[in-house]
C-alpha cells in the first residue's frame, strides 16, 4: 500500500510504500528502508481542540533512528489543501496489521506525558493567576467577574483535556476510533 503526505504546501512530498516485511519511506528522491520488526512504539493523536488545532497523526519509533511523523494532511503543487482522511485511515489499520506481531512495539494514544505534563503545569498556572487576582482585587466586586469566569472557562476544558487526552495504550487490534478520521 502506497500512503504519500504533506505536511504544508512547502514540504517536500513523502511517500510510504508498506511491504509485506517491512516499509519504505521515499523524501525528495532518497529512499529508506524499514523492517517492521525494528518498530518500538506506535503513537497516534488527533486533532486537539480549538486552543490546539492539530491534524491526525500517527509517530512511528524505530530503534536507533528518528521518529517517522505521518500526517493526514495534504497539499497539490499550488498549496491547495487535500482531503484524503479515508486513504490516512485505511494506511494507519493495513500499518498496525504489519506491525501487530511485533511482540516488543508499544501502541499508545493522547498526548504525549512531556506534552501532558507542560499543559497540565499551564493550567494550573492560569488557576493560580486568577484566584492570585481575585484575592487583590476582593474589593471592587467588577475585578471578581473577569478572573472567575476565565478560571471557570480554564478549569472545565483543563479537566476535559486532563480526562480525554491522558497517554494511554490501545490493542492494534482494535484501534479507537476517535484516533482516525471519519
Partial sequence: MDY??????????T???????GFKIVIDGATYNYKYSDITRVWLNNPEGFIAPGEYSCTVNIVDKKPIYITSKN?????L???????YNSFVRVLHMHIKSNKAAEFKFGTTPARYLKRVAI????????IASIITFNS??????VP????????IY???????????GYNPDNIPLELLPA
Fill in 158 to 168: 483543563g479537566l476535559q483535556f486532563c480526562i480525554t487526552r491522558f497517554p494511554k
Fill in 123 to 130: 493550567i494550573a498556572l492560569i488557576l493560580t493567576a486568577c
Fill in 75 to 79: 497539499f497539490d503543487q499550488n498549496g
Fill in 140 to 145: 471592587n466586586p467588577f475585578y471578581f467577574i
Fill in 15 to 21: 511517500q510510504m510504500v508498506l511491504g509485506e516485511n
Fill in 4 to 13: 504519500a503526505f504533506k505536511n504544508s504546501p512547502k514540504d517536500h512530498l
Fill in 148 to 155: 472567575s469566569v476565565f478560571g471557570v472557562f480554564v478549569t
Fill in 81 to 87: 489543501f487535500i482531503e484524503q482522511s479515508h486513504h
